[in-house]
């Protein structure tokens, strides 16, 4: 059984920053052979997938997100992060990271998210 930890949202103005992490846990998970994704979910939407980055570190962004979001792992952690800029009141969300399977589901139960809220 693996366990998604995330942690680092907050609420921040239009403009700032934020770091977020989701930490992976589980009695034999090989961490570094599975892909990682950060997804977040709005208010009254579906949860969509924000970025995705592989084992071999290559990366894919949502187009709402690219340029501003950067995400990446450490493997000896088993921890992906998503670094945030230019943060806007769309990024509202609560923010989930998870494996992503090629059809689109996810490898892991969900962990609880962790909140960003942007907004003056």
């Known amino acids: 059984q693996v366990q998604l930890v995330e942690s680092g949202g907050a609420l921040v103005q239009p403009g700032g920053s934020l770091r977020l992490s989701c930490a992976a846990s589980g009695s034999g998970l090989f961490f570094s052979a599975y892909p990682m994704g950060w997804y977040r979910r709005a208010p009254g939407k579906q949860r969509d997938v924000v970025a995705t980055i592989t084992r071999g570190l290559s990366t894919t962004y949502a187009d709402s997100v690219k340029g501003r979001f950067t995400i990446s792992r450490d493997n000896a952690k088993k921890t992906v992060y998503l670094q945030m800029n230019d943060l806007k009141p769309e990024d509202t969300a609560v923010y989930y990271c998870?494996?992503?399977?090629?059809?689109?589901?996810?490898?892991?139960?969900w962990g609880q998210g962790t909140q960003v809220t942007v907004s003056s």
């Open positions: 998870n494996g992503p399977r090629a059809d689109g589901s996810a490898f892991w139960d």
